[in-house]
């Protein structure tokens, strides 16, 4: 990840999930996960992502397992509310 503010961004965001929203480590980390992947993948400024980019983005990943999917979709509908 080359940009310092998706790095600040990213860090924020691991600190309310640990802190404020008390989430399981390996919830935090799967989620980091997700959002890293987002921001390296998106065409855009991916903290500026409209509700249609995220749509977009997550159409390259149909087909996937269920699971998988699934824990993508929380992780950035997770994080897509917070910021």
């Known amino acids: 990840m ?14 309310f999930s640990v802190v404020d929203e008390q989430l ?4 935090v980390e799967r989620h980091l996960i997700e959002i890293k992947r987002f ?14 980019d995220i749509r977009n983005y997550l159409m390259s990943f149909r087909g996937w397992c269920t699971y998988s999917y699934a824990n993508m979709l929380k992780a950035l509908r997770f994080f897509t509310e917070i910021i």
């Open 2 to 15: 080359e940009n310092r503010e998706n790095e600040r961004i990213i860090e924020g965001f691991k600190n």
């Open 24 to 27: 399981a480590g390996r919830t």
């Open 39 to 52: 921001f390296k993948d998106s065409d855009r400024d991916s903290i500026n992502a409209t509700k249609a």
